[in-house]
Protein backbone atom coordinates (compact mmCIF):
# COMPACT_ATOMS: atom_id res chain seq x y z
CA UNK A 1 0.00 0.00 0.00
CA UNK A 2 2.48 2.69 0.99
CA UNK A 3 4.07 1.67 -2.68
CA UNK A 4 1.47 2.90 -4.22
CA UNK A 5 1.93 6.11 -3.43
CA UNK A 6 4.83 6.21 -5.59
CA UNK A 7 3.11 5.21 -8.47
CA UNK A 8 2.06 8.54 -11.12
CA UNK A 9 -1.29 8.59 -11.18
CA UNK A 10 -1.93 9.58 -14.71
CA UNK A 11 -5.59 9.19 -15.00
CA UNK A 12 -6.57 10.91 -11.99
CA UNK A 13 -4.19 14.14 -13.05
CA UNK A 14 -5.28 14.12 -16.53
CA UNK A 15 -8.95 13.82 -15.31
CA UNK A 16 -8.17 16.37 -13.06
CA UNK A 17 -7.55 18.61 -16.34
CA UNK A 18 -10.17 17.59 -18.36
CA UNK A 19 -12.69 18.59 -15.35
CA UNK A 20 -11.14 22.40 -15.00
CA UNK A 21 -11.03 22.10 -18.80
CA UNK A 22 -14.71 21.73 -18.93
CA UNK A 23 -15.33 24.43 -15.87
CA UNK A 24 -13.97 26.75 -17.62
CA UNK A 25 -15.60 26.16 -20.96
CA UNK A 26 -19.15 26.05 -19.13
CA UNK A 27 -18.29 29.19 -17.22
CA UNK A 28 -17.72 31.16 -20.70
CA UNK A 29 -21.02 29.62 -21.97
CA UNK A 30 -22.63 31.43 -18.89
CA UNK A 31 -20.75 34.83 -19.48
CA UNK A 32 -22.12 34.55 -23.01
CA UNK A 33 -25.23 34.65 -21.96
CA UNK A 34 -25.08 37.53 -19.27
CA UNK A 35 -23.47 39.65 -21.79
CA UNK A 36 -26.12 39.24 -24.86
CA UNK A 37 -27.30 42.60 -26.11
CA UNK A 38 -30.62 41.19 -25.09
CA UNK A 39 -30.14 41.09 -21.83
CA UNK A 40 -31.54 39.59 -19.03
CA UNK A 41 -33.63 40.40 -16.54
CA UNK A 42 -32.87 41.18 -12.34
CA UNK A 43 -33.68 37.64 -11.38
CA UNK A 44 -31.96 36.04 -13.98
CA UNK A 45 -28.87 37.78 -14.28
CA UNK A 46 -28.92 37.12 -10.52
CA UNK A 47 -28.82 33.21 -11.27
CA UNK A 48 -26.61 32.90 -13.91
CA UNK A 49 -23.67 35.08 -11.62
CA UNK A 50 -24.57 32.70 -9.21
CA UNK A 51 -23.74 29.62 -10.97
CA UNK A 52 -20.51 31.36 -12.20
CA UNK A 53 -19.74 31.53 -8.20
CA UNK A 54 -20.85 27.97 -7.89
CA UNK A 55 -18.52 27.12 -11.21
CA UNK A 56 -15.51 29.02 -9.42
CA UNK A 57 -15.47 27.62 -6.15
CA UNK A 58 -15.85 24.27 -8.45
CA UNK A 59 -12.26 25.01 -10.28
CA UNK A 60 -11.06 25.98 -6.75
CA UNK A 61 -11.83 22.22 -5.29
CA UNK A 62 -10.34 20.77 -8.55
CA UNK A 63 -7.10 22.85 -8.13
CA UNK A 64 -7.33 21.48 -4.54
CA UNK A 65 -7.50 17.87 -5.27
CA UNK A 66 -4.81 18.42 -7.97
CA UNK A 67 -2.42 19.87 -5.41
CA UNK A 68 -3.27 17.17 -2.94
CA UNK A 69 -1.91 14.48 -5.64
CA UNK A 70 1.02 16.41 -6.19
CA UNK A 71 1.53 16.28 -2.33
CA UNK A 72 1.02 11.93 -2.43
CA UNK A 73 2.35 11.34 -5.76
CA UNK A 74 5.83 10.54 -6.18
CA UNK A 75 6.27 10.22 -9.70
CA UNK A 76 3.91 12.25 -11.75
CA UNK A 77 2.69 12.00 -15.38
CA UNK A 78 4.12 15.06 -16.17
CA UNK A 79 7.14 17.71 -14.51
CA UNK A 80 5.38 19.02 -10.91
CA UNK A 81 6.10 22.54 -12.34
CA UNK A 82 4.09 21.84 -15.51
CA UNK A 83 1.04 20.42 -13.48
CA UNK A 84 0.99 23.40 -10.96
CA UNK A 85 1.29 26.08 -14.09
CA UNK A 86 -1.26 24.43 -16.01
CA UNK A 87 -3.79 23.95 -12.72
CA UNK A 88 -3.59 27.65 -11.83
CA UNK A 89 -3.51 28.82 -15.63
CA UNK A 90 -7.20 26.56 -15.92
CA UNK A 91 -8.18 28.27 -12.33
CA UNK A 92 -7.38 31.96 -13.57
CA UNK A 93 -9.92 31.42 -16.89
CA UNK A 94 -12.68 30.57 -14.44
CA UNK A 95 -12.11 33.35 -11.85
CA UNK A 96 -11.98 36.18 -13.99
CA UNK A 97 -14.76 35.44 -16.14
CA UNK A 98 -16.64 35.43 -12.47
CA UNK A 99 -15.23 38.75 -11.92
CA UNK A 100 -16.69 39.94 -14.72
CA UNK A 101 -20.05 38.80 -14.14
CA UNK A 102 -20.07 39.94 -10.37
CA UNK A 103 -18.76 43.30 -11.89
CA UNK A 104 -21.46 43.46 -14.75
CA UNK A 105 -23.91 43.15 -12.02
CA UNK A 106 -22.40 45.50 -9.77
CA UNK A 107 -22.33 48.07 -11.65
CA UNK A 108 -25.50 48.28 -13.48
CA UNK A 109 -25.20 48.92 -16.47
CA UNK A 110 -28.41 47.80 -18.29
CA UNK A 111 -28.35 45.70 -21.57
CA UNK A 112 -25.20 44.77 -22.35
CA UNK A 113 -22.96 46.33 -25.77
CA UNK A 114 -22.40 44.67 -29.00
CA UNK A 115 -19.01 45.30 -28.18
CA UNK A 116 -18.74 42.96 -25.11
CA UNK A 117 -21.08 40.11 -26.54
CA UNK A 118 -18.39 39.99 -29.21
CA UNK A 119 -15.62 39.37 -25.67
CA UNK A 120 -17.34 36.52 -25.38
CA UNK A 121 -17.61 35.00 -28.32
CA UNK A 122 -14.02 35.20 -28.05
CA UNK A 123 -13.99 33.58 -24.89
CA UNK A 124 -16.16 30.96 -25.77
CA UNK A 125 -14.10 29.83 -28.66
CA UNK A 126 -11.09 29.75 -26.69
CA UNK A 127 -12.32 27.88 -24.24
CA UNK A 128 -13.96 25.38 -26.31
CA UNK A 129 -10.28 25.18 -28.00
CA UNK A 130 -8.93 25.04 -24.41
CA UNK A 131 -10.98 22.17 -23.30
CA UNK A 132 -10.21 20.09 -26.99
CA UNK A 133 -6.96 20.24 -26.04
CA UNK A 134 -6.46 19.05 -22.74
CA UNK A 135 -7.51 15.36 -23.04
CA UNK A 136 -4.86 15.02 -25.43
CA UNK A 137 -2.09 16.00 -23.56
CA UNK A 138 -2.68 12.31 -21.72
CA UNK A 139 -1.33 11.13 -25.11
CA UNK A 140 1.04 14.18 -25.95
CA UNK A 141 2.99 12.14 -28.23
CA UNK A 142 -0.04 11.04 -30.41
CA UNK A 143 -0.92 14.11 -30.93
CA UNK A 144 1.56 17.10 -31.31
CA UNK A 145 -0.53 18.39 -34.72
CA UNK A 146 -3.41 18.66 -33.15
CA UNK A 147 -2.15 20.27 -30.01
CA UNK A 148 -0.23 22.66 -32.14
CA UNK A 149 -2.77 23.57 -33.94
CA UNK A 150 -4.86 24.20 -30.91
CA UNK A 151 -2.50 26.66 -29.36
CA UNK A 152 -2.05 28.40 -32.39
CA UNK A 153 -5.67 29.00 -32.21
CA UNK A 154 -5.94 30.30 -28.73
CA UNK A 155 -2.95 32.73 -29.80
CA UNK A 156 -5.19 33.86 -32.47
CA UNK A 157 -8.09 34.46 -30.07
CA UNK A 158 -6.20 35.86 -27.87
CA UNK A 159 -4.90 38.26 -30.64
CA UNK A 160 -8.41 39.28 -31.81
CA UNK A 161 -9.14 40.09 -27.87
CA UNK A 162 -6.49 42.76 -28.04
CA UNK A 163 -7.78 44.49 -31.29
CA UNK A 164 -10.96 44.67 -30.01
CA UNK A 165 -9.98 45.90 -26.41
CA UNK A 166 -8.29 48.96 -28.69
CA UNK A 167 -10.90 49.34 -30.77
CA UNK A 168 -13.39 49.66 -27.73
CA UNK A 169 -11.37 52.18 -25.94
CA UNK A 170 -11.04 54.06 -29.09
CA UNK A 171 -14.67 55.01 -29.09
CA UNK A 172 -15.46 54.66 -25.01
CA UNK A 173 -16.07 58.33 -24.54
CA UNK A 174 -17.53 59.19 -27.97
CA UNK A 175 -20.43 61.49 -27.32
CA UNK A 176 -19.97 61.83 -24.11
CA UNK A 177 -21.20 64.92 -22.67
CA UNK A 178 -22.77 64.29 -18.92
CA UNK A 179 -20.90 63.10 -15.64
CA UNK A 180 -23.75 60.24 -15.41
CA UNK A 181 -22.00 59.10 -19.61
CA UNK A 182 -18.82 59.53 -18.16
CA UNK A 183 -19.45 57.23 -15.30
CA UNK A 184 -21.01 54.38 -17.30
CA UNK A 185 -17.72 54.75 -19.96
CA UNK A 186 -15.46 54.36 -16.88
CA UNK A 187 -17.37 51.14 -15.53
CA UNK A 188 -17.16 49.76 -19.06
CA UNK A 189 -13.76 50.61 -19.68
CA UNK A 190 -13.00 48.30 -16.67
CA UNK A 191 -15.43 45.55 -17.91
CA UNK A 192 -13.53 45.64 -21.25
CA UNK A 193 -10.09 45.44 -20.34
CA UNK A 194 -11.21 42.82 -17.78
CA UNK A 195 -12.93 40.65 -20.53
CA UNK A 196 -9.69 40.84 -22.55
CA UNK A 197 -7.91 40.12 -19.31
CA UNK A 198 -9.50 36.81 -19.97
CA UNK A 199 -8.36 35.93 -23.32
CA UNK A 200 -5.08 36.49 -21.40
CA UNK A 201 -5.50 33.76 -19.07
CA UNK A 202 -6.35 31.28 -22.10
CA UNK A 203 -3.17 32.38 -23.63
CA UNK A 204 -1.44 31.12 -20.23
CA UNK A 205 -2.70 28.05 -20.42
CA UNK A 206 -1.63 27.63 -24.23
CA UNK A 207 1.95 28.97 -23.04
CA UNK A 208 2.12 26.03 -20.37
CA UNK A 209 0.49 23.18 -23.02
CA UNK A 210 3.12 24.24 -25.77
CA UNK A 211 5.92 23.80 -22.86
CA UNK A 212 4.80 20.40 -22.23
CA UNK A 213 4.35 19.64 -26.48
CA UNK A 214 8.10 20.89 -26.54
CA UNK A 215 9.43 19.00 -23.56
CA UNK A 216 7.51 15.29 -23.97
CA UNK A 217 6.49 15.48 -28.05
Same mark, same amino acid.
Given at each position: ????????????????????????????????????????????????????????????????????????????? #???????? /??? @? =????? %???? &? !????????????????????????????????????????????????????????? #???????? /??? @? =????? %???? &? !???????????????????????????????????????
Amino acid at each position: MVLSRFLPKDEEFFGFFTDAAANAAEASAILARILDPAGLDEDDLARQVGHLRALEHRGDEISHDVFRALHSTFVTP #LDRDDIQH /LTT @A =LDDVV %DRID &E !VGTRFQLYRLGAPTELASRFSRIIVEQAAAIQAVVPLLERVTKHPREIRDAVLTIHR #LENEGDDL /LNQ @A =LAGLY %DGVT &E !VPQLITGLRWGELYQLLEGITDSGEDVADVIEGILITYA
